[in-house]
């Protein structure tokens, strides 16, 4: 079974996160996510560069600002998506892999400065790449490509 994948980074802080926040987006379109949300400061920039990538290399990945975060996560949970938070504090991805790639929809939350405990709360799983300090980038890298049985092949 193929997994839908959306992502939703937190807090956005155009002047700070623009280059992570792009590769955020960057790796999880190269992977395989269908789409994007992002809270914080909206930034055109960002939404500009998916755009011109999706001219130049085909895809319908999408990425739209939100104003909040518990909005967002409520209306994925409405459309059926699990809700995974990447965080260093959560289970082991490989003692809960089996059970996310029965998923059929993932939600995705990589956070940004500081991570509300809510979104702990919120997340049906909260898991971690290993148990040493790393790039939200690789975590995510590494997470879809766990979730898929297939590699994407462009």
Not at 92 to 104: D, F, G, I, S
Request: proline share 3%; charged share 30%.
């Amino acid at each position: 079974m193929d997994i839908e994948i959306a992502i939703l980074r937190l807090s956005h802080r155009p002047e700070r996160d623009k280059r992570l926040t792009t590769h955020v987006f960057l790796s999880s379109r190269a992977l395989g996510a269908s789409r994007a949300v992002y809270t914080g400061l909206r930034d055109e920039k960002i939404e500009e560069t998916i755009e011109k990538l999706k001219k130049k290399w085909g895809g319908d990945y999408s990425i739209v600002h939100s104003q909040s975060w518990k909005k967002t996560v409520k209306e994925f949970k409405d459309q059926g998506y699990t809700i995974v938070h990447l965080t260093m504090y959560g289970d082991q991805v490989h003692e809960k892999l089996a059970e996310l790639q029965a998923k059929p929809k993932i939600l995705i939350v990589v956070g940004g400065e500081k991570v509300p405990y809510e979104i702990y709360e919120h997340a049906d799983y909260n898991i971690a790449i290993g148990k040493q300090p790393h790039s939200e980038v690789s975590a995510l890298a590494i997470l879809i490509d766990r979730l898929r049985s297939q590699p994407i092949l462009w």
